[in-house]
T-cell receptor
Framework: DTGVSQDPRHKITKRGQNVTFRCDPISEHNRLYWYRQTLGQGPEFLTYFQNEAQLEKSRLLSDRFSAERPKGSFSTLEIQRTEQGDSAMYLC?????????????FGQGTRLTVV | GENVEQHPSTLSVQEGDSAVIKCTYSDSASNYFPWYKQELGKRPQLIIDIRSNVGEKKDQRIAVTLNKTAKHFSLHITETQPEDSAVYFCAPPPPNTGGFKTIFGAGTRLFVKA
């Protein structure tokens, strides 16, 4: 499969625990995005990377959230001290670099449930 | 999304009718105008996009028209079918991001009644 892959697909965790999600983008894509989506809402932007550089982080994102893309390939999103309000689908997407405005290719998402 | 308005928020049509969804943006420098479709329980996927050097693009039953002067672009679906039922998002790059950032509108939920 040469598309965007995310792991795990589902995660159930207790409130207060830390969780980490992984995203493997399409190999030649420079840009990588993280979104959060709750039922009935559109994907909410969290952060994005150009290669290994994190260019922007949503001001809506608390300090409990951190993302990395250490070698400009895969990325991880960590949520510390999870809260019930963190329950959502976390989507990763990637797109080619070098041109203004291109299609974003999405992974299947990681569904997080905080109990 | 930032400075993006999508109308209507919900649209219900009879199978075979046409559907039109409008997206209004704020950045006159935007040059890329995509539409994504998200079926229930699935990931968003691009269905059509247009760049600012053209006014209309068509792909079978779907088309996108762009009005740069008025800063809006619209998705047109003709001969709608039940499988067109989904949520549709526009995602023009927001202002001052160099076109790199992909932000989604609030979405339009389309119901096609058989």
């Amino acid at each position: 499969d040469t598309g965007v892959s995310q792991d795990p697909r589902h995660k159930i965790t207790k409130r207060g625990q830390n969780v980490t999600f992984r995203c493997d983008p399409i190999s030649e894509h420079n840009r990588l995005y993280w979104y959060r989506q709750t039922l009935g809402q559109g994907p909410e932007f969290l952060t994005y990377f150009q290669n290994e550089a994190q260019l922007e982080k949503s001001r809506l994102l608390s300090d409990r959230f951190s993302a990395e893309r250490p070698k400009g390939s895969f990325s991880t999103l960590e949520i510390q001290r999870t809260e019930q309000g963190d329950s959502a689908m976390y989507l990763c997407a990637s797109s080619p670099g070098g041109h203004l405005g291109t299609e974003a290719f999405f992974g299947q998402g990681t569904r997080l449930t905080v109990v | 999304g930032e400075n993006v308005e999508q109308h209507p928020s919900t649209l219900s049509v009879q199978e075979g009718d046409s559907a039109v969804i409008k997206c209004t943006y704020s950045d006159s420098a935007s040059n890329y105008f995509p539409w994504y479709k998200q079926e229930l329980g699935k990931r968003p996927q691009l269905i059509i996009d247009i760049r600012s050097n053209v006014g209309e693009k068509k792909d079978q039953r779907i088309a996108v028209t762009l009005n740069k002067t008025a800063k809006h672009f619209s998705l047109h679906i003709t001969e709608t079918q039940p499988e067109d039922s989904a949520v549709y998002f526009c995602a023009p790059p927001p202002p001052n991001t160099g076109g790199f950032k992909t932000i989604f509108g609030a979405g339009t939920r389309l119901f096609v009644k058989a």
